[in-house]
């Protein structure tokens, strides 16, 4: 059901979350990523245990990011043709080369029952010659992807690339929508632009895309952006920031974000947010939380992540129900008009 926050498990591994707190937090779909996984173990490696579904005993949905973000953001090692991207290992500086054909049979080697296809992600600011050239590659590859990709099992969706640009998403969104898809992703977003034009250039996208399809976010989890995008008509969202923020002692919550490290929880004996029902909140008293982090304890980061995981997919749970009962209008309202919404 959508709205949907995705944890990332980036390594087949949600970052010190255990699998039954992942069902607990009432996490639907988890997110894994072809790069580093095809650098270890291989994706011939995750095949022999029985895909990534026995491999992580994780047996809802998840999803295989085509690792392309990755491989772009390594830019000073790749060398990029039509036919396909070469790029360095961050591992051990092994070169490889990756088709649209060859990245279709490591994610269905993966097994995930969602795959993205292979796209070539510009950074921000890009000059509007880049970012037309990549919506054409990204969309050339997109085709091979459909031709290449035969698991019955897996979804292939598709992704929207045209940076900031309106003309170069709306052709992009053509293109895209021309392969007949059963979902589409919007990528190209959260590598440095303001969050303003993100909106702004978002609206359009999502408003292109059919409704009967699932319309995929890639990258964000900002609870604020989160909900404007849901209310452009967005589904899906994934974000490394939950997990990332929680083992720098930082805790979201519905008042803002809190810093975990400052001393005036140090006798603090109340929950980490009155307002939450996760484990960490009904559990365990900041005062302790700031204890584990400040000693460094690893527990103190996983039970921040499972209460930050939480936050989000309760968030986006809440938002379904508002859209059930018609008043997603006036949950969002409420929520700008917060103490939080500013924080995040």
Avoid at 178 to 198: F, K, Q, T
Wanted: with cysteine; aromatic share 8%; net charge negative.
């Amino acid at each position: 059901m959508t709205p949907v926050f995705m944890p990332v498990g980036t390594r087949a591994t949600v970052k010190g979350v255990t699998t039954p707190e992942l069902h607990e937090i009432g996490a639907q779909v988890l997110l894994a990523n072809t790069y580093h996984l095809f650098l270890r173990p291989g994706s011939d490696v995750v095949a022999l245990n029985g895909g990534l579904h026995t491999f992580m005993n994780w047996d809802h949905a998840i999803l295989t990011d085509s690792g392309g973000f990755q491989i772009f953001s390594l830019a000073d090692t790749l060398k990029l043709s039509d036919e396909g991207v070469e790029f360095r290992s961050i591992i051990d500086g092994a070169r490889h080369f990756w088709t649209p054909e060859e990245n279709m049979r490591i994610q269905q080697e993966l097994g995930a029952d969602i795959a993205m296809v292979l796209d070539q992600c510009p950074p921000y600011p890009a000059e509007q010659i880049l970012v037309a050239d990549a919506v054409r590659r990204s969309a050339d590859w997109a085709a091979r992807c459909k031709a290449a990709h035969t698991r019955e099992d897996q979804a292939l969706f598709g992704i929207v690339q045209g940076g900031v640009y309106p003309h170069l998403r709306a052709e992009s969104v053509e293109r895209t929508l021309a392969l007949d898809l059963p979902g589409y992703g919007i990528g190209g977003y959260s590598v440095g632009e303001p969050h303003e034009l993100m909106l702004e250039s978002l609206a359009p996208v999502a408003a292109m895309l059919p409704e009967d399809r699932p319309r995929y976010l890639m990258g964000v989890g900002n609870p604020t952006t989160m909900l404007q995008a849901i209310a452009l008509g967005v589904d899906m969202f994934d974000c490394v920031l939950p997990t990332r923020t929680a083992r720098t002692g930082t805790a979201f919550s519905s008042t803002g974000r809190m810093n975990l490290k400052n001393a005036k929880f140090t006798r603090d004996t109340g929950p980490l947010d009155p307002a939450c029902s996760c484990p960490t909140c009904t559990g365990y008293t900041r005062s302790y939380l700031r204890h584990l982090i400040t000693m460094k304890e690893m527990l103190g980061a996983t039970l921040l992540s499972v209460h930050n995981l939480h936050f989000l997919i309760d968030l986006a749970h809440r938002a379904r129900s508002a859209i059930e009962i018609g008043s997603f209008g006036s949950f969002l309202a409420d929520w700008l008009d917060g103490p939080g919404a500013d924080d995040y």
